[in-house]
């Protein structure tokens, strides 16, 4: 993607018009359009402004990636002695089970692992996890917790934008995480996900859907955006779908009940047929 299509896509995702960003950086919205045509790239000088008008860093306005950010929002709750997302492992990481059987020795990545639950739970049934987590209080958890359960968890602090495979994995899988990841950069990351997949492997995630008659929850940061219906197994049209919906379900993060419209797909990469 060009400087001038990610411009334009943030703009629209803030809800501004041309105009408006014009007026904000005092320029002519003729400067903008020029952007967004890719007939011309912004003064160096405006690049602060533009950055903070469209709430990014300067990095990601001209990069597409986010590599800078070490922190989670949730480093708060990681920090105490609860664990906020539970110990009980998620329903979709049983469904993996359940279908993978022979699990011994797999090799699988749980992207955004928080506190380590499902993490820990595949080591238990027999994968080596890769347990990558933005947040450091997370990924102390998650050591302390495989401790407890004696169980082995390679963990991986790091951003999952920017995060560069340097293997090839059975699973790759994600419980409620991929949410952090900006729209612009959606279809390239499933890509990746999709190319460092090993032939007969796996691709599990959940994520959240907009839905008009669910409330945003309590803890939905800044940095989060909402897939729409179908989005994810669009990004597996190429791939045989195991099982794929849309469901709503009960939540109690933050200690406050509310509920989630959320997407899930397991789909698995075929063997070409020559
Ligand atoms: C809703 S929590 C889900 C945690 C875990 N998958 C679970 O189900 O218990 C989302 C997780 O994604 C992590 N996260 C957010 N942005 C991230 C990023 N850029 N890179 C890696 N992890 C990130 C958060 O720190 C958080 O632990």
Known sequence: MQV??????????KGFTQEQIAVS??????AVSKWENGNALPDTALLPNLASVLEVSIDRLLTGRDVT???????KEYQKEKYYWGMQHSLLAEQIVTIIKDTKGRHLIDVGSGEGRDSIYFAKCGFTVDSLEISIPGIEKIKHYSKLENCTVNTIHANLMGFEFSDFYDVIYSMGSLQFLPLDQRRNHFEKYKHYTNIGGYNAHLVFVDKPFIAIAPDWEKNEFFYWSGELAGYYHDWEIIQCGEQIIDCNSANIPHQHAVSYIIARKKVLST
């Open 25 to 30: 950086l005092s320029i002519t919205a003729q």
């Open 69 to 75: 950010i070490k922190s989670s929002p949730y480093d």
């Open 4 to 13: 001038g299509e990610r411009i334009a896509l943030l703009r629209k995702e």
